[in-house]
T-cell receptor, first 114, second 113 residues
Framework: DTGVSQNPRHKITKRGQNVTFRCDPISEHNRLYWYRQTLGQGPEFLTYFQNEAQLEKSRLLSDRFSAERPKGSFSTLEIQRTEQGDSAMYLC????????????FGQGTRLTVV | DQQVKQNSPSLSVQEGRISILNCDYTNSMFDYFLWYKKYPAEGPTFLISISSIKDKNEDGRFTVFLNKSAKHLSLHIVPSQPGDSAVYFCAANSGGSNYKLTFGKGTLLTVNP
């Protein structure tokens, strides 16, 4: 298994455009998480899926953000009407058990909104 | 409100010596603590963890110490190697929310040959 895969690795977009990121977790992992990391900060929790069900969403996830995990496999994170404050590294992670067991992170998608 | 604090943005040590990275937390509901290592352009990689029922956990060159009364934990790396140079994140979790890690801001460790 090649681990958690995220695409694209980098995305530059103009303010107001919509962007979508994809995460492919480790195949047998039923739990999937999205985190966001801004410059000089640690990763911050955005949302959590168990199989296809989105069970938790952070207050950081405004209504411009939507995440899906159809069929409990890959996940997408969409940001509508991007703002400069959305510029960050978006990290996906997956685990077989609770996140305080060994969760594996992807390499992230770096979003720059200009 | 920073619930997990890593007050040293950077640390530089000589190869072969001990590296000590510190982390403080404020939320007494946290009962599980983890350390992640992150190289540039890569995602965080799990390193070692400790449950609040323990005060020490060791894995090879890495040892984590937990002082619950002080709400403090530390990661010791002995001996330090140049390949250990990375950003180290302390993270905490409470069993009631088995999906969320709260991270500190990280400490950049540089191990000089």
């Amino acid at each position: 298994d090649t681990g958690v895969s995220q695409n694209p690795r980098h995305k530059i977009t103009k303010r107001g455009q919509n962007v979508t990121f994809r995460c492919d977790p480790i195949s047998e992992h039923n739990r999937l998480y999205w985190y966001r990391q801004t410059l000089g900060q640690g990763p911050e929790f955005l949302t959590y899926f168990q199989n296809e069900a989105q069970l938790e969403k952070s207050r950081l996830l405004s209504d411009r953000f939507s995440a899906e995990r159809p069929k409990g496999s890959f996940s997408t994170l969409e940001i509508q009407r991007t703002e400069q404050g959305d510029s960050a590294m978006y990290l996906c992670a997956s685990s077989l058990g609770p996140i305080n067991t060994e969760a594996f992170f992807g390499q992230g998608t770096r979003l720059t909104v200009v | 409100d920073q619930q997990v604090k890593q007050n040293s943005p950077s640390l530089s040590v000589q190869e072969g010596r001990i590296s000590i990275l510190n982390c403080d937390y404020t939320n007494s509901m946290f009962d599980y603590f983890l350390w992640y290592k992150k190289y540039p352009a890569e995602g965080p990689t799990f390193l070692i963890s400790i449950s609040s029922i323990k005060d020490k956990n060791e894995d090879g060159r890495f040892t984590v110490f937990l002082n619950k009364s002080a709400k403090h934990l530390s990661l010791h790396i002995v001996p330090s190697q140049p390949g250990d140079s990375a950003v180290y994140f302390c993270a905490a979790n409470s069993g009631g929310s088995n999906y969320k890690l709260t991270f500190g801001k990280g400490t950049l460790l540089t191990v000089n040959p």
